[in-house]
T-cell receptor
Framework: KAGVTQTPRYLIKTRGQQVTLSCSPISGHRSVSWYQQTPGQGLQFLFEYFSETQRNKGNFPGRFSGRQFSNSRSEMNVSTLELGDSALYLC??????????????FGSGTRLTVV | QKEVEQNSGPLSVPEGAIASLNCTYSDRGSQSFFWYRQYSGKSPELIMSIYSNGDKEDGRFTAQLNKASQYVSLLIRDSQPSDSATYLCAVPILTGGGNKLTFGTGTQLKVEL
């Protein structure tokens, strides 16, 4: 059974550019959540999607956006990149949203560096 | 109060000892509790989940839950150097927008030979 697949694994972007990250959940999982991980802040919640609907959104500026497709694959987009956006972006898939008490399985992450 | 709180450590224990990791949470309505292990440079891996008050054992790992005290812990028996990692506590916390699985900042565990 394939795990959670995130692409790309590494990205280097320049300030002001935009970036799109992709996540394919485990087959049969309909919930996808995104987290930003930095050494100082730990895992910070970005969004949760379930059946193509955004269920919840974290405290991030509007430059961060996401969506989920009918096959449960998800993308997140960051526009007008800032140096502080440099982080590991993790996608997690689950059978159901956070309210349904299923555990999450994480992908390997996308390491974004903004220069 | 932080929504999910853990001591950052590092917690150092000798090989073969019991490591005890603790976590408190803010939402009295939370019904599920998770422990993740994260090795340096890797993504978090789910190792334990617990839903009812009391203890849940899985091999060398025991999760303990006390909802009245809003406290969950993870015990690792017969600690091995391979257990050296950061352990993250995760709890669904109800916010204005709905539930979000919220992580503590993690406790770094070092098992010494």
């Amino acid at each position: 059974k394939a795990g959670v697949t995130q692409t790309p694994r590494y990205l280097i972007k320049t300030r002001g550019q935009q970036v799109t990250l992709s996540c394919s959940p485990i087959s049969g999982h309909r919930s996808v959540s995104w987290y930003q991980q930095t050494p100082g802040q730990g895992l910070q919640f970005l969004f949760e999607y379930f059946s193509e609907t955004q269920r919840n959104k974290g405290n991030f500026p509007g430059r961060f956006s996401g969506r989920q497709f009918s096959n449960s694959r998800s993308e997140m987009n960051v526009s007008t990149l800032e140096l502080g956006d440099s982080a590991l972006y993790l996608c997690a898939s689950s059978l159901g949203p956070a309210s349904t008490n299923y555990g999450y399985t994480f992908g390997s992450g996308t390491r974004l560096t903004v220069v | 109060q932080k929504e999910v709180e853990q001591n950052s450590g590092p917690l150092s224990v000798p090989e073969g000892a019991i490591a005890s990791l603790n976590c408190t949470y803010s939402d009295r309505g939370s019904q599920s509790f998770f422990w993740y292990r994260q090795y340096s440079g890797k993504s978090p891996e789910l190792i334990m989940s617990i839903y009812s008050n009391g203890d849940k054992e899985d091999g060398r790992f025991t999760a303990q839950l006390n909802k009245a005290s809003q406290y969950v812990s993870l015990l690792i028996r017969d600690s091995q150097p391979s257990d050296s990692a950061t352990y993250l506590c995760a709890v669904p916390i109800l916010t204005g927008g709905g539930n979000k699985l919220t992580f503590g900042t993690g406790t770094q565990l070092k098992v010494e030979l």
